[in-house]
């Protein structure tokens, strides 16, 4: 266990409607990551906060955005879903946040957009 | 464009042989690469991490080399058993990029077969 959670584990939604999806990082830990895991395929990045502050962003449109919480926790959000966000979401919590940490990832919430 | 390549989506091996995994990587200048072990619907849990100055690392049964000229590792799992039968990802943080942001191949989906 990496004592990374996430929730809800499971989430089905149809196209155009919003969701939220939650992660509570390890204690201590100033980093968290959020990724996309669509079947088959690698995580990509989608961003990483560091103390509240989003300091890094991968290729995803702006209706993907994020949260993070003096108590560890922390928000994705996604507006206006589409087909194509039907995926594993991953977040990862890390001490500082540089190349050497290591990433203790949460299991995931499966989203399925209809 | 940028590629992280392994070897092949699937491999099968018989238990007590040594599994060998390869990551290929295209444009990149990775400061560490990172392997990782994902089972079906869990996060991925890290494994090793071997930087761009090392040629090798260890971790009981678990082997990765680095080789930046061939821009290529391997990862190794000696006297392998069923219970490591898993998908393994790859994953690298590269000097150019947001810290600690990981860029991760498909995965090979090892299956050990008593």
């Known amino acids: 266990e990496t004592g990374v959670t996430q929730s809800p584990t499971h989430l089905i939604k149809t196209r155009g409607q919003q969701v939220t999806l939650r992660c509570s990082s390890q204690?201590?830990?100033?980093?968290v990551s959020w990724y996309q895991q669509a079947l088959g395929q690698g995580p990509q990045f989608i961003f990483q906060?560091?103390?509240?502050?989003?300091?890094g962003r991968g290729n995803f449109p702006p209706r993907f955005s994020g949260l993070q919480f003096p108590n560890y926790s922390s928000e994705l959000n996604v507006n206006a879903l589409e087909l194509d966000d039907s995926a594993l979401y991953l977040c990862?919590?890390?001490?500082?946040?540089?190349?050497?940490?290591?990433?203790?990832f949460g299991p995931g919430t499966r989203l399925t957009v209809l | 464009s940028q590629k992280i390549e392994q070897n092949s989506e699937a491999l099968n091996i018989q238990e007590g042989k040594t599994a060998t995994l390869t990551c290929n990587y295209t444009n990149y200048s990775p400061a560490y690469l990172q392997w990782y072990r994902q089972d079906p619907g869990r996060g991925p849990v890290f494994l090793l991490l071997?930087?761009?100055?090392?040629k090798e690392k260890r971790k009981e049964r678990l082997k990765v080399t680095f080789d930046t000229t061939l821009k290529q590792s391997l990862f190794h799992i000696t006297a392998s058993q069923p219970a490591d039968s898993a998908t393994y990802l790859c994953?690298?943080?590269?000097?150019?990029?947001?810290?600690?942001?990981?860029?991760f191949g498909r995965g090979t989906q090892l299956t050990v077969w008593p």
């Open positions: 071997i930087r761009e100055n090392e």
């Open positions: 990862a919590s890390s001490l500082l946040g540089w190349g050497i940490d290591t990433q203790y």
């Open positions: 906060y560091y103390r509240e502050e989003e300091n």
């Open positions: 994953a690298l943080v590269d000097r150019g990029s947001t810290l600690g942001r990981l860029y």
């Open positions: 204690s201590g830990h100033n980093t």
